[in-house]
């Protein structure tokens, strides 16, 4: 079924030498299948290929790219079985993760051809003319969203479908009318080949141009540093570490020409639990708690990696309650031995820190790649005094900050680096009493959440999944709802064109009914 080859447009390739495999953390052992390194001709025959296809795709109407989208919707659904059982094969995730994930990413992809249908995300703006305005004319001026160019879209590891080949990026950067190459996730290559299998079917069944869409294979980072450095790519989509993430941005801002790097990386997630709440209902978020730490593994971009509160009885028996509760949690497959093997470093590293104490630890026998949960403690003072304390470890791991006063806790709040969510856990009035602390937490995060658990990132319009850096490279953009489409655009403005002329969506008779700025009024109207 799979082939171990790139997608060079529709064209199957692998003229490389270097090969790799992907791992099945469950059993423990290597996959079957060998994929081939896409090679620096392969890498530049997609890039031109793209180049050339963006000119016939831009001019292609929303309808018919929302025919493209759904199409590949339904061509990953006619994968079934296999599709899934490939997904399990290189995460270790089970069934019903990989179905869920499965429908979000389906979701993802029908949403923007609504989007598109309904036509009116290209903020169409009209500024009619004023021939006789004095001292001077006013010119009659029309401006639009229009798609940057091709864009490359590398994934993370935690998520093979949703943030993956026909992920959230490549959903909304298609939907801009921007062809996508994705540098393939080594670690899930397999899924990576059969999905963008459904996209270049789905290319070819509704009439898309060759080179919409690209797959690219790669063991290391080279074919993704190549691709940035490419002078026709013109924006990059990452979702993954900080680490990579920042590499990427680096690399994209020192080309002759910069472009734009959207990184959605690592966060900790804080979460400031008020004194009241704990007391009112500890035990009850204690059991939510631990179930949001180890959930998946604990590799989610939202994990809650930092509880935060003020010292007291409450705040101690909570703690305590957490301790309890997390180690009755069985502990589950990690998505590669690699990751497991950072999650113990790092893991390590943290509770070797001065001031650290192991409030749980999972002691128990587990099978090979297999997560164990741990929870530490430490004093305010020591977290604002060790940065090292603040960096995300990527698994089920958490951090409980005692502070001494709320003072304490929204100075900490206040210094912490960018991140995607913060979340208050508090009774109904208590969270009044600490307008400054919510005020820092806002000041710090993309989503702020009230009484619950900040993973699952829920696909809406209003969702907003970016946040301060480092959590992400520009936090005036989201990575996941149909407004991260907003990424992959440019507005562009025509003076005085001819209305035949004119694409249709800003022309004066508004055949495509949608909603547009006229004259600084919201409207349908045709002018
Ligand atoms: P990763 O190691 O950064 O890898 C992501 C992709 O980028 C891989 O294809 C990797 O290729 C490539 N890459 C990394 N460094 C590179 C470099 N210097 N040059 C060129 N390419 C590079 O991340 P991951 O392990 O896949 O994902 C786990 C991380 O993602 C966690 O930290 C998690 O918090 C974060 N995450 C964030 C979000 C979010 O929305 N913010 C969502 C999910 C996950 P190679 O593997 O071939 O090196």
């Known amino acids: 079924m799979i082939t171990g080859k790139n997608y060079i447009g529709n064209r199957l390739a692998g003229g490389g030498s270097k090969t790799y495999k992907t791992f099945n953390p469950l059993l423990n052992i290597e996959n079957g299948q060998q994929f081939i390194e896409a090679t620096t001709e392969e890498i530049n025959e997609a890039v031109f290929l793209a180049t050339d296809a963006y000119l016939i795709y831009n001019q292609k109407s929303g309808s018919e790219k929302a025919q493209f989208l759904r199409a590949i919707a339904d061509e990953i659904l006619d994968l079934d079985d296999s ?16 179905k869920g994930e499965r429908g979000r990413t389906i979701g993802q992809l029908r949403a923007f051809a609504d989007l598109l249908e309904e036509g009116s995300w290209v903020n169409a703006t009209i500024d009619t003319a004023q021939p006789d305005r004095t001292p001077l004319p006013k010119p009659d001026l029309r401006k639009m969203l229009v798609p940057l160019g091709p864009v490359v879209v590398f994934g993370a590891s935690n ?57 690219l294979n790669s063991g290391g980072i080279e074919v993704g540093v190549q691709l940035v450095q490419h002078n026709q790519v013109k924006a990059i989509g990452f979702t993954g570490s900080i680490k990579g993430g920042r590499a990427l941005y680096d690399l994209a801002a020192k080309r002759a020409e910069p472009i734009p790097v ?53 705040f101690d028996k909570f703690i305590e309650m957490l301790a309890e509760e997390i180690v009755k949690i069985e502990p589950s497959c990690m998505l590669h031995p690699n990751i497991i093997g950072a ?185």
């Open 83 to 98: 599709l899934i059982q490939m997904y399990c094969s290189e995460s270790g995730l089970p069934e019903g993760r990989a």
């Open 159 to 215: 998520f093979p479908f949703a943030f993956s080949t026909a992920g959230g990026d490549t959903a909304s950067a298609l939907a801009a009318g921007c062809p996508v190459i994705v540098k393939s996730h080594p670690m899930h290559a397999g899924t990576g080949e059969m999905v963008a299998s459904a996209v270049i079917n789905a290319a070819e069944k509704t009439g898309m141009p060759n080179g919409v869409f690209s797959n």
């Open 262 to 314: 959207f990184a959605e990386m690592g966060s900790i997630n804080p979460v400031i639990m008020l004194p009241k709440a704990l007391n009112d209902r500890g035990q009850e978020l204690a059991i939510t708690y631990a179930n949001s730490i180890t959930v998946g593994s604990g590799q989610f971009c939202t994990n809650p990696g930092l509880l935060l509160g003020i010292k007291g009885e409450s």
């Open 343 to 527: 999650y113990e470093k790092n893991k390590k590293n943290a509770v070797a820190q001065n001031g650290l104490e192991v409030a749980a630890d999972y002691q128990k026998q587990v099978s090979p790649n297999y997560a164990r949960q741990a929870v530490v403690t430490v004093e305010g003072k020591t977290f604002q005094e060790n940065s090292q304390l603040h960096q995300e470890v990527f698994g089920p791991f958490s951090m409980v900050v005692q502070c001494e006063n709320a003072k304490e806790l929204e100075a900490i709040v206040a210094n912490l680096e960018g991140q995607l969510t913060g979340t208050i856990i508090s009774d109904n009035n208590e969270i009044k009493e600490y307008p400054l602390i919510v005020a820092a937490l806002q000041n710090r995060v993309g989503r702020i959440i009230f009484n619950g658990v900040p993973t699952g990132v829920e696909v809406c319009p209003a969702m907003q999944h970016g946040g301060p850096y480092p959590a992400s490279t520009d936090s005036r953009f989201t990575a996941v709802g149909t407004q991260s489409i907003k990424r992959w655009v440019r507005p562009f403005s025509y003076q005085n064109w001819p209305d035949e002329l004119l694409p249709r969506e800003l022309r004066n008779a508004n055949p495509l009914d949608i909603i547009r700025s006229v004259d600084g009024k919201q409207t349908k109207k045709a002018l």
